[in-house]
């Protein structure tokens, strides 16, 4: 599984993880249905939602009994949840195997960008979080199952999510960190 190393680190292999990642979009149509029979597809922006359901359940359960889009959603772990649970154990597993986890309050590009407050990067992430959530809700899907699921179903809105995914992201990164001389 390991590749080349770059920067004195092992990376894994694009090709043999996306490969891998394919083979889990495949599966998880053939196993999960949801209570039409239909197949559900992968995605992640759904448990986000779910988990920030589940957290103001113990809040304010009254509030969610109510609210419309809590009810739809269904707050509950299913298994795009146990997804992302294994996504952030797996990328954990991989970056100590491949030698390339350390603890890091503000990234080097940042720092080198923004300086090295970590109340700032703090606010910057959350900020972006919130707008990533937002874009994700209001296409009805995160880049995940927009891309990835519509994708592999050779699906327009799939091709045409992903160019602006990409573009934007492109464009972002741009605007944010500027362009790079050597």
């Known amino acids: ?3 080349e190393v770059m920067n004195n680190k092992v990376s894994w292999r694009p090709y043999i993880a996306g490969a891998l990642l394919g083979v889990l ?3 998880s149509v053939y196993i999960s249905t949801n209570e039409l029979g239909k197949p559900k597809f992968l ?6 939602v779910r988990a920030a359901g589940m957290v103001e359940k113990t809040v304010a359960p009254e509030h969610v009994a109510n ?4 009810q739809k959603e269904k707050v509950k772990v299913d298994w795009q949840f146990m997804l992302m649970v294994g996504v952030l154990i797996g990328s954990f597993g991989a970056a100590v195997l491949t030698g390339s986890f350390k603890k890091e309050s503000v990234p080097p ?3 080198e960008k923004f300086g090295s407050s970590i109340g700032v990067r703090a606010i910057g992430a959350f900020v972006g979080g ?4 937002f874009g994700a809700r209001l296409a009805g899907g995160c880049p995940s199952g927009h891309g990835l699921s519509g994708l592999m179903q050779l699906s ?3 091709f045409i999510a992903m ?10 990164a741009l605007l944010v960190y500027g362009r790079k001389e050597g």
């Not at 609210?67 to 809590?70: C, G, I, Q, S, V």
């Not at 919130?130 to 959530?133: K, L, P, S, T």
């Open 1 to 3: 599984m390991k590749g």
């Open 156 to 158: 327009v809105s799939g």
């Open 25 to 27: 979009a495949v599966l």
């Open 43 to 48: 995605g992640a922006s759904t448990t986000f």
């Open 130 to 133: 919130v707008v990533a959530m």
């Open 109 to 111: 590009i940042w720092k």
């Open 67 to 70: 609210n419309r889009y809590m």
């Open 163 to 172: 160019a602006g995914f990409f573009g934007a992201g492109m464009i972002i």
